[in-house]
Nanobody
């Protein structure tokens, strides 16, 4: 079965960096666009970034533009989220997802084919 497993979350001070990873299995990875969402306590799940099947197209939310970068490795079946200059408001559970239609952008949550279980990122002030 398809699995998306996130890792790399943790506790970091404001201004610090983290690199999240998502390892996919059970699917033909390079036929899916991939993305990251996050959900803060009491908040809705919100779009963070997405990347095309080949990795040459990316879209990043305005709230993290210039601080976060998405990338992928189609050999290792992994997608990454490099997070720099972290702020307390970046505290959330971060989820990766996969879209079989290869779209890059903000889609309704139900449009994604698969989701991971999430990894907690906590930024202290």
């Amino acid at each position: 079965q398809v699995q998306l497993v996130e890792s790399g979350g943790g506790l970091v001070q404001a201004g610090g960096s983290l690199r999240l990873s998502c390892t996919a299995s059970g699917l033909t990875f390079d036929t899916y666009s991939m993305g990251w969402f996050r959900q803060a306590p009491g908040g809705e799940r919100e779009f963070v970034a997405a990347i095309s099947r080949s990795g040459d197209g990316m879209y990043v939310a305005g709230s993290v533009e210039g601080r976060f970068a998405i990338s992928r490795d189609n050999v290792k079946n992994m997608v990454f989220l490099q997070m720099n200059s972290l702020r307390p408001e970046d505290t959330a559970v971060y989820y990766c997802n996969a879209d079989s239609r290869g779209r890059v952008g903000v889609l309704p949550l139900g449009d994604y084919d698969y989701w991971g279980q999430g990894t907690q990122v906590t930024v202290s002030s």
